[in-house]
């Protein structure tokens, strides 16, 4: 009694109140242990240091500055460079069923007019580069068969039909805007066609049984068939979404075995000379 100790002072429990006895409807402000030779500190304990605190937080970049509207855009773009690269010189066949897939997911619960504009972009994308040779023959010429083409795409996904049937409806719109662009204008542009994307592919023997028109078809429908099949990864019901390609896959296989091959009676040798100018 009547001695101090040295040392750390308690630490006292000032209550709900802040202070002993204090009023239950007051703040309560946090006391911690005052260091030695310090006064008493009030508020919020400092923040952990050392490897008790842990990593810091990092957090994820914004992609703000990308607007909105270009993003569809973007997509129409990559779209069409992937089914040209299915077009010789390059022949990347399976880049084919990609861009169409891409295709469907643009048109997918969109208006007309916005389908119709998606179409035009993928198909601009689709003809320009794939048709480039043109420029030395007539670069206004490059620029109209170009546009005509898209044209055709931008009409076909256009009157896609919205609901169940848009994949369906996509194998046929797409298909008949490539007879229609086979034929008109002055006897149509039959260039960069979805059909001679894939003649290095395993669907081309179809050709021998119903012509180039159902190559297009099972090609746009193996690409819708990979939509459906993202779909169905999202929703959790793969294996369902996955019922379409297959049986696409399967008849494409049992109609290029059933195709004639036919065989060599004979041979004849031919000269074939191409001319251009006026």
Do not use: C, Y
Not at 80 to 106: E, H, K, N, S, T
Not at 147 to 152: E, L, N, Q
Not at 239 to 257: E, G, R, Y
């Amino acid at each position: 009694p009547g001695q101090l100790r040295r040392g750390r002072p308690p630490t006292v429990d000032p209550g709900p109140g802040g202070r002993q006895g204090g009023h239950p409807g007051r703040r309560a402000n946090r006391r911690h242990p005052a260091p030695r030779g310090g006064r008493t500190l009030t508020g919020p304990p400092p923040p952990a240091t050392g490897p008790a605190a842990g990593p810091p937080t990092m957090t994820a970049p914004s992609l703000g500055w990308v607007p909105d509207r270009l993003r569809p855009s973007g997509t129409a773009v990559l779209a069409g460079l992937l089914i040209a690269a299915a077009v010789p010189p390059w022949g990347w066949w399976p880049a084919a069923f990609v861009g169409i897939a891409l295709l469907d997911r643009l048109v997918a619960d969109r208006p007309v007019a916005s389908r119709f504009r998606r179409g035009m972009a993928t198909g601009l994308a689709w003809a320009l580069p794939s048709t480039l040779w043109m420029i030395d023959l007539s670069p206004p010429g490059w620029l109209f068969a170009g546009g005509v083409h898209a044209f055709w795409l931008g009409l076909a996904t256009a009157l896609v039909p919205a609901g169940r049937w848009r994949r369906l409806g996509l194998v046929g719109t797409v298909t008949l805007a490539e007879l229609v662009r086979w034929s008109v204008p002055f006897g149509g542009v039959p260039l960069a066609s979805i059909a001679l994307g894939q003649a290095a592919g395993p669907l081309a023997p179809v050709v021998r049984v119903a012509g180039p028109l159902l190559l297009v078809a099972l090609t746009v429908a193996v690409g819708t068939g990979l939509s459906a099949l993202v779909d169905g990864r999202r929703a959790g019901g793969s294996a369902a979404a996955a019922v379409p390609v297959v049986i696409t896959i399967a008849v494409a296989t049992v109609l290029a075995a059933m195709a004639p091959t036919g065989q060599v009676v004979d041979e004849l040798d031919m000269a074939l000379v191409q001319g251009g100018g006026p």
